[in-house]
Each structure stands twice: as structure tokens, then as C-alpha cells.
């Protein structure tokens, strides 16, 4: 498999924190890749780095064979790759539905169709991904009366929209219910195995990263600490001490799995989650909620 | 979920839609008829006229300031450019015959002049955002100002341009008021089409639109230089039907106030809003005027403080609270309703995460 996206010394700074400080990392085409790592390890910012949000200090990085290095973000994203963002990016005023007709490919659009109305097909395709994420009621909502886990959701369906080639999810699952955090997985899944679209995934939700992921690059201080399958790198005792603290809490981080019905403080049971789905998230403050017991 | 119960949204947009029209409709014939009535003096004609300038702005302003969110503090400096250049233009002398243009392309390259700067000036000072951006317009504004004032062998400087006197009121109260219909109907047209919605999406999140694929500078320049352009039309108009400017008189800090006042008082980023508020704004001023002048500065700084304060999306947001469906085709921002009383249920999803 020839590489789908090269990085070859990264290097970030922002002043005198090297946030990234050399990380070589590659994704093949139609590959699965997940990145861990301790809060701080620069994920995200390498994240960023990848995506052209921010400009890199020194480092190399190719995507589909094209040096994307100097590029501007929406070229990046023309090229076909598309990303989340830990903080969420939606377009709060808008529509949900006019939130993903905003996410389309923009490089294939013409100047007549720039300044047309979204065409039938876009709307299909929209309102079939959205039905998925389970958003298909919320479509004429404002997506900024979403919940945080709903939002969430429509970030990863925007993702898809403009059918990439690479998806870099950062912290898809985090505030989204465990039921469908596997509806999640198996739509990654499937958009994996049928369009052969590549992910790369940072997560701290271990499990997930297990589920899909053929290999693990685990990111400490800035710089790759171990690469390799799941399994591998969860026995490897350098990511166990940085990452997992001790093997204890490595366990206990392991019990976020969907399936695990023994992690009651934190789960609601699958009726809660689609009454909550229907009754649909809370107004403003997005955070409001965390703070709210289950009862 | 009541909004479901209430049918099809685009059902009730196009019932709101009959609604708006017929208002609009109903404004356009009393703006048409008005000046074929016997009563109608030329004073009431230039005062109608200076609204519909001040609606054009507006509108204009809008575009950058509502939709895209870049809220231009220098936006009169387009109306200047556009005044002098027409007025430039027109007054042109070679040693001794005029040799001035005719005011048709004079006015036209007069805006066009406007629209090229606002271009080049607008690709450097966008880069920079909220606040930043707006003094940076300022400034612009302040300067070119001062290189009016400066630059006496083409501007004539302090003493300003006499223009040969063309004085047919009522052609120009038809030229901007249908100038002011295109531009309203050209603003409702962008925003449903996809360059409009990205002009939002900039608004709303403008790193999330440039990683979405959208070109955001190349966008926002786009829009930017059109508001001058069109700005500087309205420029070049006026100063013709002035038959003079000057600096202090062509750059005036109380266009911009007004159409930032009067696109928030109608509703900022809606199409309806600008019109609206400028319309409002201008009577309300004319009334102040009349009646306050000592305190008619101070009524308006109160008025700006109470609409951001009572009112902050605006007279169009005050017909969505009362439940009319009039901004879901006008506003687009009146989707808050259906979901605050099921906010309890969306706690779970919260603390489920």
C-alpha cells in the first residue's frame, strides 16, 4: 500500500513549548490508524499541523502525493481530506441540514454551481447521513440548540460529506452515548471497507481505537513513543507508564466499552438515550448538561 | 416536537414568504406612485432619495458586517471614493475648456474605482478579524480622508469640486429606489445561494468554513469589494446630484454609524433587517432632528444602547418571538424555537457522555 498521507518531521512550536518536535507519522490508503496519547502529547496540535490549520516550523507532509506543506486549509480539504475538531466547529446560526449542504466538495463546484441552490443529490446525501447519526428530525433545527453529543455527531457527518479520502477524527466519541458510540464505529466501518476512505483517529477511548484500528501510534511530549498493533501497544510498558499511569487505571480505562454493561455511574441504559434522542439536547450552554446527575 | 406538528417548514416559508411580498409590494407601489402625486415638492423627493441611499448602505454594510460577520467601521470610505471619483471625473479641466465626462461613465467608473480599492485594501485588512478589523477600517476611512484633503491638484482639497448643475430630482429618486429593489432582491438571491451560505459559515466558525474546503479569503474579499463597489455607486450618485463635495461632506463617520445602527436595529445578517432599520433610523433622525435638535446625538447613542440591549437580533427577530414564521424566509436566524422546553431530556445525552 503506497502512503495516503506522509509526515516526515513535524516539528510545532508555539513560543518556547515545542508542541510537536519531529513526529513522523504515515496512513495508507484505506487504512485505519488511531493516535493516543497523555493529555498534552500534541495530538491535536499535530492534528492541526496535518490539516494545515496551523503552519508547521520545520517538517514534511505529503497527501496523495502532493507536498501539502504550504498549502492553505481548503485546499488540504479539496484534496480529500477532511477532519473534526476536539472543540467543536459546527455553524451555530445555521440549520443542521445547512450545515452539512455547507460541507460538500467545494473544489468540484463550478462558478455556476457557487452560486446556485444546493442541488437534490447533496440534500439526499445530507439527510441519509444524518438519519444515520440519528440527527434526521434535528434538520431544520439550529444547530447551536443541539447538545454537546449531538453536535458532535453532526461534526463527524460533516466529515463525510465531501466524501474525502482521509478523515481525521479527533475525539469523535467523547460526549456521545455508548450505544452509539458503536453505531459510530460500524459506520466508520463501513465507510472504511466500501469507499476505502482512511481514518486516523485520536481517541482516549481505548476500546474504540482497539475496535478499528489496525495499528496505534502513541504520541508522548511530542513525539512518538511506540507504534503498533492494539494488542501490542497496550502491553508495551512505556505507553502503559505514560499514557495509562499504572496498569490499574489502564484497566479501568478499558472498561469503556459499549458492551460492558458493569460501568453503571457513567451509562444510561439504551431506552434513556433515545428518549433522549427524540426530546433532542439542551439549549445554549452546551456544557450545561455535564453537570446534571442522572437520576 | 411541536415544530413537526406545525408542518413542513417550507410550506410555512412560502405562506411567510406571500406575507413579505405583499408588504414589500405594497412599500414599492406607495414609493413609485409618491412622486406622481400633485403634492409631492422636490424637497420630499431628496429626502426620499437620501433615505434610499441610506437603505442602499445599509444593505451594503450588511453584507460584510451581517453575513460574513466582518464589521467594517470605515464602510463610508466607499461612498467617498465613489463621490470623488464620479465628481473628478465630471469636473475634469485641461487648461481652460472643460473637457469633463458625461456623468453616465463617470458615475459608473466611479464606482467602479471604489470597488478595485475596496479589493485591494480589503484583501490586506481581512486578514485580520473582530475588532482589529474594524479599526483597521477606521483607519482606512480616517486616511483616505486626509489624502483627499491632501491631494489638492486632483481632489481640489479643503475647497472641494462644483459639478455642472443636473438637477432632475425625480430621475434620480426612480434610479436609486430601483437600484435599492435590485440590491434587496440580489441580497435574498445570495443568501440561498451556496456562496451566501458559505459568507454565513465564515461568520459562524471561520477556521471550521476553510477546513470545510471553502476558499474564506477569496470569499470575503469577493463580497467585500462588491459592497464597495456598490457603495461607491450610491457615492457617485449623490455627489452628482449634489452638484458639489467636499472631504467633510463626502466622508462622513454618520453614514457608517447609520448603517451599522440600522442594519442592527432592523436585524443584523438578515435580508429584511437593513431595509427595515434604515428606513426607521432615517425617519426616526428626520423626527430627532426636527424637534431635539440639541439632543438629537444623544437620543440616537441611547436608541443604539437600548436596541443592543433589548433588542439584539433586531425589529425582524421581534416578529419571530411573536411567533411569526417571517424570518425563517427573511432572517434564517429564528431556528431557537422547539427545542428549549425538552432541555431536560437533552441533559441526559450530556451526562451520559
Redesign the interface.
Known amino acids: 500500500m503506497t502512503a495516503l498521507l506522509e509526515a516526515r518531521g513535524v516539528v510545532k512550536r508555539f513560543g518556547g513549548l515545542t508542541a510537536v518536535g519531529g513526529v513522523d507519522i504515515s496512513v495508507a490508503a484505506g487504512e485505519m490508524v488511531g493516535l493516543v496519547g497523555p493529555n498534552g502529547s500534541g495530538k491535536t496540535t499535530l492534528f492541526d499541523c496535518l490539516?494545515?490549520?496551523q503552519p508547521v516550523d520545520a517538517g514534511l507532509i505529503r497527501f496523495g502525493g502532493v507536498d501539502i506543506t504550504g498549502l492553505?486549509?481548503?485546499d488540504?480539504?479539496?484534496l480529500g481530506m477532511?477532519?473534526t475538531?476536539q472543540i467543536i466547529?459546527?455553524?451555530?446560526?445555521?440549520?443542521v441540514a445547512?450545515n452539512m449542504?455547507?460541507?460538500?466538495?467545494?473544489?468540484a463546484?463550478g462558478v455556476p454551481?457557487?452560486?446556485?441552490?444546493?442541488d437534490a443529490a447533496t440534500r439526499c446525501r445530507a439527510d441519509e447521513l444524518l438519519d444515520l447519526l440519528l440527527l434526521g428530525?434535528l434538520r431544520?433545527?439550529?444547530a447551536?440548540?443541539l447538545?454537546?453529543?449531538?453536535r458532535r455527531l453532526l461534526e463527524i457527518g460533516?466529515s463525510l460529506m465531501?466524501e474525502p479520502r482521509l478523515v481525521l477524527l479527533d475525539e469523535a466519541t467523547?460526549?456521545?452515548?455508548?450505544t452509539l458510540v458503536a453505531d459510530i464505529a460500524d459506520r466508520i466501518r463501513a465507510v472504511n471497507s466500501e469507499q476505502q476512505v482512511a481514518f486516523l483517529l485520536v481517541e482516549h477511548n481505548v476500546q474504540f481505537v482497539a475496535d478499528l484500528c489496525e495499528r496505534v501510534v502513541v504520541l508522548d511530549q511530542g513525539a512518538v513513543l511506540a507504534e503498533g498493533t492494539p494488542g501490542e501497544i497496550m502491553r508495551d510498558p512505556s505507553v502503559i507508564e505514560a499514557y495509562f499511569g499504572d496498569p490499574g487505571e489502564g484497566a479501568r480505562d478499558q472498561n469503556r466499552v459499549p458492551s460492558d454493561p458493569g460501568a453503571p455511574d457513567?451509562?444510561?441504559g439504551e431506552g434513556?438515550?433515545h428518549?433522549?434522542?427524540?426530546?433532542?439536547?439542551?439549549?445554549a450552554d452546551?456544557?450545561?448538561?455535564?453537570e446534571?446527575?442522572?437520576s | 416536537?411541536r415544530?413537526?406538528a406545525a408542518g413542513d417548514?417550507g410550506s410555512r416559508e412560502r405562506a411567510a414568504g406571500r406575507t413579505v411580498g405583499a408588504t414589500a409590494l405594497a412599500a414599492l407601489v406607495v414609493l413609485v406612485v409618491l412622486p406622481l402625486l400633485p403634492g409631492t415638492s422636490n424637497a420630499t423627493l431628496l429626502t426620499l432619495t437620501l433615505m434610499l441611499t441610506s437603505i442602499g448602505v445599509a444593505i451594503n454594510w450588511n453584507l460584510t458586517g451581517g453575513f460574513t460577520g466582518y464589521v467594517d467601521f470605515g464602510h463610508a470610505v466607499w461612498f467617498g471614493i465613489g463621490a470623488y471619483a464620479a465628481a473628478i471625473l465630471i469636473s475634469l479641466q485641461s487648461n481652460g475648456p472643460q473637457v469633463g465626462w458625461h456623468p453616465v461613465p463617470a458615475i459608473v467608473v466611479g464606482a467602479l474605482v471604489a470597488g478595485v480599492l475596496a479589493a485591494a485594501i480589503g484583501r490586506v485588512t481581512m486578514r485580520l478579524k473582530g475588532p482589529y478589523f474594524s479599526i483597521a477600517m477606521l483607519g482606512t476611512f480616517v486616511a483616505v480622508r486626509e489624502i483627499v484633503r491632501v491631494w489638492s491638484p486632483l481632489t481640489g482639497g479643503g475647497v472641494g469640486l462644483t459639478l455642472p448643475p443636473y438637477l432632475n430630482r425625480e430621475l434620480f429618486y426612480y434610479l436609486e429606489l430601483a437600484l435599492v429593489v435590485v440590491l434587496a432582491a440580489f441580497t435574498w438571491w445570495?443568501r440561498?445561494?451556496?456562496?451566501g451560505?458559505?459568507l454565513?459559515?465564515i461568520?459562524?466558525?471561520e477556521?471550521?468554513?476553510?477546513?470545510?474546503?471553502?476558499?474564506?479569503?477569496r470569499f470575503k474579499t469577493a463580497v467585500f469589494s462588491f459592497a464597495g463597489l456598490s457603495t461607491g455607486l450610491f457615492g457617485a450618485l449623490w455627489a452628482y446630484q449634489n452638484t458639489f463635495v467636499d472631504p467633510d461632506i463626502a466622508f462622513v463617520e454618520v453614514r457608517t454609524i447609520d448603517a451599522v445602527m440600522g442594519t442592527m436595529l432592523g436585524g443584523l445578517?438578515t435580508v429584511a433587517g437593513p431595509i427595515l432599520g434604515a428606513t426607521v433610523l432615517y425617519w426616526l433622525r428626520e423626527l430627532l432632528w426636527a424637534n431635539l435638535l440639541d439632543y438629537h446625538l444623544l437620543t440616537q447613542g441611547v436608541l443604539l444602547i437600548v436596541i443592543v440591549l433589548f433588542v439584539p437580533r433586531g425589529l425582524v427577530g421581534l416578529f419571530d418571538r411573536r411567533g411569526a414564521s417571517l424570518l425563517e424566509l427573511w432572517g434564517?436566524?429564528g431556528?431557537?424555537r422547539?427545542?428549549?422546553q425538552?432541555?431536560?431530556?437533552?441533559?441526559?445525552?450530556?451526562?451520559?457522555?
Request: proline share 3%; no cysteine; glycine share 12%.
Open positions: 490539516s494545515r490549520v492553505r486549509a481548503h488540504v480539504a479539496r477532511s477532519r475538531f466547529r459546527v455553524y451555530r446560526d445555521l440549520s445547512e449542504h455547507l460541507s460538500i466538495q467545494w473544489g463546484l454551481e457557487l452560486f446556485a441552490r444546493t428530525r431544520h433545527e439550529r447551536g440548540n447538545s454537546g453529543g449531538q460533516m465531501s467523547s460526549g456521545v452515548n455508548p457513567e451509562r444510561v434513556s438515550l428518549r433522549s434522542l427524540a426530546g433532542s439536547g439542551d439549549a452546551p456544557d450545561a448538561g455535564r446534571e446527575p442522572v | 416536537m415544530r413537526e417548514p445570495l440561498h445561494t451556496r456562496f451560505a458559505a454565513v459559515a461568520r459562524e466558525d477556521v471550521g468554513a476553510e477546513t470545510r474546503g471553502i476558499d474564506t479569503t445578517g434564517w436566524k431556528r431557537s422547539g427545542l428549549r425538552s432541555s431536560a431530556a437533552g441533559g441526559e445525552v450530556e451526562a451520559a457522555s
